[in-house]
């Protein structure tokens, strides 16, 4: 079992994910006699199996847990959170923008799918991937469901002992958020800084489209935090923030130069195909592939140094020229 002791007497909890990472780590912090829980998991057997196996490890009852905050949507941090909550009887509370989109992803209702499918095809991507990534999507919503009830997210939450300000950080989701003590200067940082993979920043249907303007803003914004140790949800916790900062920042300017360069009268599905081909990619990994490739393009069209055509039915792409 993947748990470790941190400091304030909490848990940094792997649970298990069927993704190259391995492992979502969840925190569980003591509140007095009972417990806040920071993430959950997807929901799977196996990470259902390993939440009995912590309860009965550390001999704490699961209604011992009073509240859960979820970091941001995404189903590796939020797919357990309906599971949990009906076992635990928690509150669960998540920022505003991300619970709507969890109901807008992952509702009844929902046609983020298509919504995705079609986006893609406009982007290059062939018919037959475009629906396999679609038909992925449309299968990934068990592992999410049930939704639990969501509450908002306060500016300030306490466990430990001690407040904790949570900081809203958009760019890897909307309403990420990362929850810092400064007094000990300890972040829990979720998916904002990671080390040494970096975290994935997509555009997609419905969410902000410029994703990549809003992450580089907010490891700018975090980097100002003296930050003694950050605990991530994937790989180590890092204790050299500002350095991994700086090199976060550094690959995305790289990765920016690379795409302009390879932009000029192609489409992002070529693109892509040129950054990744090294990797042979299943049908979701290359959802993600392709929506960050989007999340550059759309930086640098921001940025004017690209410029955008419809030619229907797909979309182009084309440099702009250097102002000295």
């Known amino acids: ?29 003591p509140r007095g006699k009972e417990y806040v829980l920071i993430d959950v998991g997807l929901n799977y057997r196996e990470a259902r199996e390993t939440w009995e196996k912590v309860f009965l490890s550390l001999n704490i009852s699961p209604s011992s847990i009073c509240e859960i905050y979820l970091t941001h949507f995404h189903p590796d941090h939020s797919g357990l959170a309906g599971w949990m909550q009906e076992k635990t009887g928690a509150n669960v509370y998540i ?27 406009d982007y290059g991507v062939p018919v037959s991937l475009s629906e396999k990534i679609a ?47 400064p007094k000990k200067q300890v972040l829990f940082s979720a ?35 003296p930050i003694r140790i950050a605990y991530t949800a994937h790989g180590e916790p890092i204790t050299h923030v500002k350095k991994r900062i ?15 360069n390879l932009a000029s009268g192609r489409t992002a599905y070529e693109i892509a195909s040129i950054l990744f081909k090294k990797r042979e990619l299943n049908p979701h ?12 393009l759309n930086y640098l069209e921001f940025k004017r140094k690209l410029k955008k055509h419809y030619m229907n039915p797909k979309i182009y792409y084309e440099r702009t020229l250097e102002i000295s």
């Open 95 to 121: 920022h505003d923008l991300d619970r709507r989109m969890m109901h807008q992803v992952w509702g009844e209702d929902s046609d983020q799918s298509i919504r995705v499918k079609t986006m893609m095809k």
């Open 135 to 181: 038909d992925h999507m449309d299968k990934l919503v068990r592992k999410v469901t049930p939704l639990p009830t969501m509450h908002t997210l306060p500016n300030v939450v306490e466990f430990d002992g001690r407040s904790w300000q949570v900081i809203h950080a958009p760019g890897h989701s909307d309403g990420l958020v990362c929850l810092y003590d």
């Open 246 to 260: 700086d090199q976060l920042i550094q690959h995305h300017e790289q990765r920016l130069s690379m795409i302009r």
């Open 1 to 29: 079992m993947n748990l470790t002791k941190i400091e304030g007497g909490g848990y940094r909890i792997g649970i298990p994910v069927p993704f190259p990472m391995k492992y979502v780590y969840c925190h569980l912090i």
């Open 191 to 225: 998916d904002l800084i990671l080390d040494p993979i970096t975290p994935n920043i997509s555009v997609w249907p419905g969410a902000r489209q410029n994703p990549l303007h809003d992450y580089l803003h907010s490891l700018r914004y975090i980097q100002q935090f």
């Open 285 to 296: 990994q290359w959802r993600f592939a392709m929506a960050e490739t989007i999340a550059h």
